[in-house]
């Protein structure tokens, strides 16, 4: 189903983890974001002595979760990828694999983004833009000359990303970041 907004939308299956050891599947969609607030008492429909509920399905995350979670878990990360765009949360997700995993997830938006470095072809490319990006204005002109325009990217790239770059190979290019 295509996408009707650009709003990042995941939806979870939240079930009694209870009666799932009881060989009886009970449990039902919800909005990512709200998973929290759902009850065992929501999911049977009357009051009940079942107390843990636990995300078994998952959909829309942008990769951000893999596997189960407690409903908690799943509504700070729907949260996170709510404030974030499409192009974004496909980073974020890299990102949180990578260097995301923490017990703290209310800055994780602001860390992602401090530690984002964009999209780039390659090391090579990024190298080249970074350089551009951090150079004196002065010497931007000279970025399309001698020897400017002779520096082989690559190169300089090794050395960049074995001094605190970090990319991740995606297709069609990678994602840089600069991990703290
Ligand atoms: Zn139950």
Known sequence: ?????????????????????AGRLVGEWYDADTADLVTPEDLHGRPTQHEELWVM????????????CSPSEAAEIAEALSELTHDEAAAFSVWVR???ES???????????????GFHQSEGHFAQ???????ESEDKARMTTWPFNAIDWDYAA?????????????????HVFCPR
């Open 57 to 68: 399905d998952h959909e829309d995350f942008c990769g951000a979760l893999e596997g189960e």
């Open 1 to 21: 189903m295509p996408a009707l907004s650009n709003t990042i939308r995941p939806t979870v299956w939240i079930g009694c983890l209870a009666c799932y050891n």
């Open 98 to 100: 990578e260097w995301g």
């Open 129 to 135: 833009d970074w350089a551009e990006d951090t150079c």
């Open 103 to 117: 017990d703290d997830r209310s800055g994780w938006v602001d860390r992602f983004r401090s530690e984002y470095r």
């Open 158 to 174: 090794a050395e960049l990303f074995s001094g605190g770059f970090q990319s991740e190979e995606v297709s069609g290019g990678i």
